[in-house]
């Protein structure tokens, strides 16, 4: 389980990162993109993927780390229950994310190799 605070805290650790509103969600950008939303009331983050991380991140347990349901799910946007999610797996899914929508000058310093 990873809590509210410890999931804000881990997607701001990121260069340039900003919490602001997102409709009746909290929102995680970086150069105005948005990496990751929160969902307070149902512990669940959404976050950014291609499609093939979707399904490696999805691979680990569908009931955990899952495409939203639809068109934006398609697109790559997963969701991710913080009520069961490990730590490490949700740093791990937030560094993917955060590489897929900030600058090239910003994501290299967080991309695995």
């Known amino acids: 389980m990873v809590s509210i605070e410890i999931f804000k805290?881990?997607?701001?650790?990121?260069?340039?990162?900003?919490?602001?509103?997102?409709?009746?969600?909290?929102?995680?950008?970086?150069?105005?993109?948005?990496?990751a939303t929160l969902d307070i009331e149902k512990k669940r983050a959404c976050l950014k993927f291609t499609e093939i991380e979707q399904s490696v991140f999805g691979a680990f347990d569908k009931s955990i780390i899952y495409p939203v349901p639809g068109a934006w799910g398609k697109k790559g946007f997963t969701?991710?229950?913080?009520?069961?999610?490990?730590?490490d797996m949700l740093k791990d899914a937030l560094n993917v994310s955060y590489c897929n929508v900030a600058p090239k000058k910003l994501s290299e310093k967080y991309k695995q190799h």
């Open 9 to 35: 805290k881990l997607a701001l650790s990121y260069d340039e990162a900003q919490e602001l509103p997102h409709f009746e969600k909290t929102s995680f950008r970086v150069h105005k993109k948005i990496f």
């Open 79 to 87: 969701y991710v229950e913080l009520k069961t999610v490990r730590k």
